[in-house]
């Protein structure tokens, strides 16, 4: 006869050097910790940032995701030794690839996500907050992608991200100009969702908002909005009708209707 807990689900959480995890209350916290470097991207802080999405990915006690920074900055932005010491358009592509597919596993995530930024948001940090679902920030945060002023481009997709999300001509503003945009400006471009004096604990607070609903719902709610971006009307209706089909079929969706006729709070399990 098998061992009761043989094939119990054991998750492995590397060891991070720049970067810290944990879950407390289905809340996943990423804590980005350079902040001598004002949590600067590098290539190192990369990788761990593609190995905490695989972490979340598999963790079943995570059900959002909080991404914030360490010391006086969300993160601001690439680290410039990095991108001085790329020596040919190759290299430098490669960079950009390595980036975009990092916060493409972010983006990816089945689960809600959340940046919470306080202090500089800025170029690659800007862009992390960007392959998060919502973003809330701390009043006097700072956000921008100041590439141009470099010389460069935003390469972590910030070009197609930012239009997307606020828009082409507001987007332009941001990109042609570099400036800093403060928080409260980036709540009226649609930048962030919400301000508040602790970003931080404004986003557990959101968290606790979007906690009380179905996992499974949420999951297939994020799954349409995006499957159905880029697509023509009629496709992206039929994606919202399947998987309206599916969130119908699960045990949550019965309890939650039982608990409004019974006027009472639903008690969702993720089934």
Not at 52 to 71: K, L, M, S, W
Not at 217 to 239: H, M, N, P, Q, T
Request: proline residues 4%; charged residues 25%; aromatic residues 6%.
């Amino acid at each position: 006869m098998e061992h009761e807990h043989e094939h119990e689900f054991i998750l492995e959480i590397p060891e991070f050097q720049h970067l810290t995890y944990e879950v407390e209350g289905n809340i996943a916290l990423v804590t980005l910790r350079r902040p001598e470097a004002l949590n600067a991207l590098s290539r190192e802080v990369l990788e761990e940032l593609a190995q905490v999405a695989e972490v979340i990915h598999q963790d079943p006690e995570a059900r959002v995701a909080i991404f914030t920074g360490e010391g006086r900055a969300f993160a601001a932005g690439a680290d410039l030794k990095e991108i001085a010491a790329l020596k040919d358009p190759f290299m430098a592509r490669e960079y950009a690839l390595l980036g975009q597919q990092v916060f493409a596993e972010i983006a990816a995530l089945p689960i809600p996500t959340i940046a919470a930024i306080h202090g500089y948001a800025l170029g690659g940090g800007l862009e992390l907050a960007l392959a998060c679902d919502l973003r809330v920030a701390a009043k006097g945060a700072k956000l921008g992608l100041p590439e141009v002023g470099l010389g460069l481009i935003p390469g972590f997709g910030g070009t197609q991200r930012l239009p997307r999300l606020i828009g082409r001509g507001r987007a332009l503003d941001l990109i042609f100009t570099g400036r800093h945009v403060e928080a409260e400006e980036a709540l009226q471009l649609g930048l962030v969702n919400r301000v508040g004096e602790d970003a931080l604990e404004e986003a557990k607070r959101l968290a606790q908002s979007i906690l009380k609903n179905a996992p499974i719902a949420l999951a297939l709610a994020k799954e349409s909005v995006v499957r159905g971006e880029g697509l023509d009307l009629a496709e992206a209706l039929e994606i919202e009708a399947d998987l309206f089909g599916y969130a119908a079929a699960t045990e949550d969706m019965k309890e939650g209707v039982r608990a409004f006729l019974e006027k009472r709070a639903p008690e969702f399990k993720g089934e």
